[in-house]
């Protein structure tokens, strides 16, 4: 893909003239760079201050890498972000790694490019000296002897000069484009920093999804409570009253009215179970602990609850952590046939610990949908694990973990 982009720029840049935008940007930039490079080829070319040239590099490297970063996004556009964020940077070989990817930069590709810069900026010169020669070689006296040696090459020396002045943006270009390529690669983030950063926005975006998943089923509890249920209590309430004050209404008549109170009651009860489902408000008021001991009053089988909560335990989890125990207490009841339930909470190091165990015939297979399948996924939803427990003939235990915080 790079090389493919890389090929496009050139084909590009065939067609640049010398003059354009493009052309004059790109100089500017392989030109900014030559300077940063100077000290590493005095070091070169004079052996005794190779030692204090790579100290001063090994010292200053993180101010360098933020000037050619500087560089890049003022002269080229690019933005090239730095190489992890601290909590990727935590492990010693990988500030190992960085540090020499950065020095292989300064040291080697930066000083090697800022050469080829060097030696397209003389392009560029040579082009336009060659190419104004009719413009300038009159300006010689004529007892000097360059003036005589061009009066037979100066047609030949402008055709080159054009020639020259048409592949120095072509030049400038691929020496610019491989500079911006080596400081992505050495600069910035590599593969796996890049991939380790997707993966902790990608956490943070479900966490975000998950909290705005629980808000709309708060929304949608609060409005069917306050709406929908408080129409339906005051319709239950006048059927009754007309149940009650009717006496002289003809039998059809009153029978129409005791089947209509009775359908508003139903439709209460019904809705009643719909809001607990989406969000039970005691949980919101009072708590996990309170929560989970009205849903085993409501089991149909008994059931020995046991919470000790003493870690602050993220909203979203806490709704998770209910209708986990709530849909764990409703498979029993349907597929266990045992006769007790019991039910452990605890905190402890960040993690919320939920342990469902029945006295049941056990067998439970998550491949077979028993409903297993959907507790798993309600807890990965926000990065909980689920384990189940479940030889024939029973006892059938159900663990789940989930961090306490988002």
Request: some cysteine; charged content about 20%; aromatic content about 4%.
């Amino acid at each position: 893909m790079p090389s493919t982009t890389l090929r496009r720029a050139l084909v590009r840049s065939l067609g640049r003239p010398p003059w354009s935008a493009g052309a004059w940007r790109d100089a500017r930039f392989t030109a900014a760079g030559i300077p940063v490079a100077a000290p590493v080829w005095l070091a070169v070319t004079e052996p005794s201050l190779l030692f204090p040239v790579l100290a001063v590099v090994l010292v200053c490297s993180r101010w360098l890498t933020a000037l050619q970063r500087g560089r890049l996004r003022a002269l080229r556009g690019v933005e090239v972000p730095p190489p992890g964020a601290p909590a990727a940077l935590r492990l010693g070989r990988l500030r190992l790694a960085l540090a020499w990817r950065q020095l292989g930069y300064h040291l080697l590709i930066g000083p090697v490019l800022a050469l080829c810069a060097l030696a397209a900026g003389y392009v560029w010169g040579i082009a336009l000296v060659l190419t104004t020669l009719y413009a300038w070689v009159w300006l010689l006296p004529p007892e000097a002897g360059l003036r005589g040696e061009l009066a037979g090459l100066d047609v030949a020396l402008t055709v080159f000069g054009v020639l020259l002045l048409v592949a120095a943006p072509w030049l400038t270009t691929l020496t610019a484009r491989l500079e911006v390529r080596a400081a992505q690669l050495l600069l910035g983030p590599n593969r796996a920093e890049k991939l380790e950063r997707r993966v902790e926005e990608i956490a943070e975006s479900r966490a975000g999804l998950v909290d705005a998943v629980d808000a709309e089923r708060r929304r949608i509890e609060r409005d069917l409570h306050d709406g929908a249920q408080q129409r339906l209590t005051s319709l239950a309430m006048n059927l009754g009253l007309a149940r009650r004050t009717l006496r002289d209404c003809p039998p059809d008549a009153m029978q129409v009215i005791v089947a209509a109170h009775e359908e508003a009651q139903a439709a209460i009860d019904e809705l009643r179970d719909l809001v607990r489902g989406l969000h039970p408000a005691v949980l919101e008021d009072r708590g996990l602990d309170a929560a989970l001991s009205g849903i085993a009053a409501r089991a149909p089988l008994p059931v020995r609850l046991d919470v000790e909560l003493s870690e602050r335990i993220a909203p979203t989890v806490e709704a998770v952590a209910y209708f986990t125990v709530s849909e764990a207490l409703t498979n029993v009841a349907k597929h266990a046939r045992a006769e007790q339930v019991d039910v452990s909470v605890r905190t402890a190091g960040g993690v919320l610990r939920l342990v469902v165990s029945d006295d049941g015939v056990g067998g439970a297979d998550a491949s077979r949908g028993t409903g297993l399948t959907g507790l798993r996924q309600r807890a990965a939803s926000v990065d909980g694990t689920l384990s189940v427990l479940s030889p024939l003939g029973g006892p059938t235990t159900i663990t789940v973990e989930l961090p306490c915080v988002l």
